[in-house]
RNA sequence: AGAGGAGUGGCAGAGUGGUCGAAUGCGGCGGUCUUGAAAACCGUUGUACUGAAAGGUACCGGGGGUUCGAAUCCCUCCUCCUCUGCCA
């Protein structure tokens, strides 16, 4: 969420930011947010002297009281009626007014960095690094819905029988390359300083609101109605919630935090027939690295986990590209995002298996997360996490690109988790 | 899940209707003393909104209520502890 101090000293910016995102009346809006703030202080500035008067009164009966003045204590009450209609009155227009400006403040998306491109669509996403070489595959290379079944590594209709589309069964060796992927993602992790977590998978409102998942894409979580609990799209809300009201000292930073959990998503309306066997998936397993750090030091602290992550698909020998995502592509939450993208050898086109991305202060705004800088003022953090990695479509490009005619070939650093070099 | 108890500042812990944003101790910070350190002593030490400032307002688990006035009384929710039950 922006801060209207923010929106006020860089008006101008944020109106140019909003534009690249295609968001409708940006200068109305930012005026708007700006008009309430003002009608949100006045209304408190109304109410603080009602509220101090009653106060003094108070006061002043006590003191009556207590020099057994009974009468006089009564002729003075009658006044605290009256303010005390007043009170209940400029408090209630107060929280409308709040409300109004919050409801609007989580409108209004982060503003981008000065990096992003303009764009119309995701075809005007900027390629800003490719990496190795094209697999190079016979005519006979199958797409991995095919060599699933081939091998008996992962099955959809059991999925389908115990719980529904969306939801495939790992077996066997399918089963152990996930599991060696994802301890091959988390050593990596560690070894990158990032300190490992396990949250818990169903967090509460407050947490799905301070990472911005909500109210912005309720429909897109599963929710646990008995309990008023939301099962997590992504590691980042339970792990980014972790610093949720904390304030933390300078030398506690940067935070780095990995963590591995299974992710949710309801995917709701965005089901087609290019989204084929593990391409999108209800259920999906994902490490995810997030940091925090102070804000001159962000856009470094985005560099480095873009390199951590770059790192991790060249040990895995897959062709890459990096993309930045322009201003429509975006998301909601996000000022400056990478996407990373492996090439599917068989299916020929690229998969979204990573999305790195600074928030900035705009999480950190609605987690109320801030450090004492060496003035021994708090301010606001910058938080950022990517995936590290997204575990079905590096499969999906792993049984693609590494398939011949003896089966398929494990990459060489996956082997000592595995326990085999061939499906 | 049932019965009982409890939630107060960084921590411990007092406070059961007014002078309480809250005693006291510990911790933190600054200082005196010291060659230095420790001890001792003195001072200081929550967050947010608002205001140029002085100040004002709110916050004693969350929300609501009673009262001129609530940390204190009432309702409700949450969390923790103890006992009983159940369970990986």
């Known amino acids: 969420m922006l801060q209207v101090s923010q929106i006020i000293a860089e008006k101008e910016r944020f109106i140019e930011g909003l534009k690249k995102r295609k968001f409708p009346n940006a200068e109305a809006t930012l005026a708007k947010a700006i008009e309430l ?8 500035q109304s109410l603080d002297a009602n509220l101090a008067e ?3 009164i108070a006061k002043e009966i006590g003191a009556l009281m207590k020099q057994g003045q009974h009468a006089e204590a009564d002729k003075i009450k009658i006044r605290t ?3 005390k209609a007043q009170s209940k009155d400029l408090a209630e227009k107060k929280e409308e007014v709040e409300k109004e400006l919050q409801t609007l403040l989580y409108t209004i998306p982060n503003i981008p960095h000065i990096s992003v491109p303009f764009g119309a669509s995701e075809e005007d996403n900027e390629v800003v690094k490719l990496v190795g070489e094209m697999p190079v595959l016979p005519e006979s290379a199958l797409p991995h819905w095919e060599l699933i079944k081939q091998y008996d590594i992962i099955d959809f209709d059991l999925g389908i029988k115990i719980t529904g589309a969306g939801f495939p069964v790992f077996k066997g060796k ?7 992927l994802v301890n091959f993602f988390l050593d990596e992790a560690t070894a990158a300083g990032f300190g490992e977590v396990q949250p818990p998978i169903l967090v509460n409102e407050a947490s799905g609101i301070a990472t911005g998942q909500l109210p912005d894409k309720e429909g897109q979580m599963y929710f646990v109605n008995n309990d008023n609990l939301y099962l997590i799209p992504t590691a980042e809300v339970p792990i980014t919630n972790l610093y949720r009201d904390v304030i933390l000292n300078e030398d506690q930073l940067p935070v780095k935090h990995a ?5 949710f998503r309801r995917e709701a309306g965005s089901w087609g027939a290019h989204v084929r066997g593990l391409n999108r998936l209800h259920q999906f397993d ?7 750090c102070k804000p001159e030091d962000s856009y470094k602290a985005l560099d480095g986990m873009c390199n951590h992550v770059a790192g991790l698909l060249e040990k895995l020998g897959l062709h890459y590209r990096i993309l930045r995502l322009c201003g429509v592509d975006i998301g909601f939450t996000s000022a400056l995002t990478y996407d990373f993208e492996v090439f599917s050898g068989a299916q020929k086109k690229w998969l979204e298996v990573s999305s790195v991305s600074n928030f900035e202060t705009y999480q950190a705004n609605r987690l109320k997360l801030r450090y004492k800088d060496s ?3 708090t301010q606001l953090l910058h938080t950022l996490n990517g995936s590290a990695l997204a575990l079905p479509r590096i499969i999906a490009a792993i049984l693609e690109n590494n398939q011949d005619e003896h089966g398929i070939r494990i990459p060489e650093v996956l082997i000592p988790y595995t326990g085999f070099d061939r499906i």
């Open 37 to 44: 703030d003002e009608m949100r202080k006045s209304s408190q």
């Open 286 to 292: 994902k490490v995810e690295i997030v940091q925090i």
């Open 81 to 83: 009626a009256e303010l």
């Open 54 to 56: 009653a106060n003094a």
């Open 375 to 377: 003035d021994k003022k």
């Open 259 to 263: 963590g591995f959990t299974p992710c």
């Open 174 to 180: 399918g089963a152990r390359l996930q599991r060696a």
